[in-house]
């Protein structure tokens, strides 16, 4: 049932990526007569809420360097830090028939580093300007520890840019994140005691706000 569960969310993941990715190479198309062609690098601060109970919560910053095509379309990638609060393990103690199920969730802190790539597009060339974007990359931890979060992640979003003066804009965006992971999982019922390493794909809402420059 658990597996089946994974699948179903990988398989989510790749309809979204697919989806986001189509939809901006299709929209690139349209920024290709544009003549604005800049380098472009900012710098963002991030905060995200779990959607399930493999992440409470997490908060970063990252820095991102990007070549701008034209007004509406730009290409890039980035390194941030990222502050995760996730499950370390859980464990599971089956009583039998007449008592119910125990399940314990112990959560634990992880350092992480992300790299990844970006592709931007934007709907107008307005001093306010939405814009539809996503962003691929990998994470890993800063401590020979357990990477709970360690691995590919895929994160779609939609998207705001204010100018404020030349190539200067300050910017919001929100949107889904989705990041391989694994926990431990111990069964502590009698006589079928185990413990496995548990691998998932976890979820949340991802808010940024940035300044490019």
């Not at 539809?132 to 979060?149: E, Q």
């Amino acid at each position: 049932m658990y597996l089946c569960h994974t699948n179903q969310q990988y398989k989510t993941m790749k309809r979204i990526l697919l989806v986001f990715t189509s939809l901006l190479l299709a929209l690139c198309s349209v920024s290709a007569t544009a003549q604005t062609k800049h380098y472009e690098k900012g710098v963002e601060v991030n905060g995200a809420f779990g959607l399930d109970k493999l992440q409470k919560y997490s908060f970063g910053i990252a820095t991102v360097h990007s070549y701008r095509f034209g007004e509406h379309f730009a290409l890039g990638g980035g390194v941030g830090y990222e502050y995760l609060n996730g499950l370390l393990y859980e464990s599971y103690w089956y009583k039998g028939p007449l008592y119910p199920s125990e399940h314990e969730y112990s959560y634990d802190i992880r350092n992480l580093i992300k790299l990844f790539g970006r592709a931007k597009f934007n709907f107008t060339k307005s001093s306010v300007s939405p814009f539809l974007a996503v962003d691929l990359g990998y994470t890993f931890g800063l401590k020979n520890a357990k990477n709970m979060a360690g691995g590919l992640f895929v994160q779609p979003v939609f998207g705001c840019d204010f100018k404020i003066g030349g190539n200067q804009k300050i910017f919001i965006m929100a949107g889904y994140n989705g990041q391989q992971y694994s926990y431990d999982y111990f069964n502590l019922t009698s006589g079928e005691s185990s413990t496995k390493l548990q691998k998932a794909f976890a979820e949340k809402i991802n808010i940024v706000i940035g300044f490019d420059f």
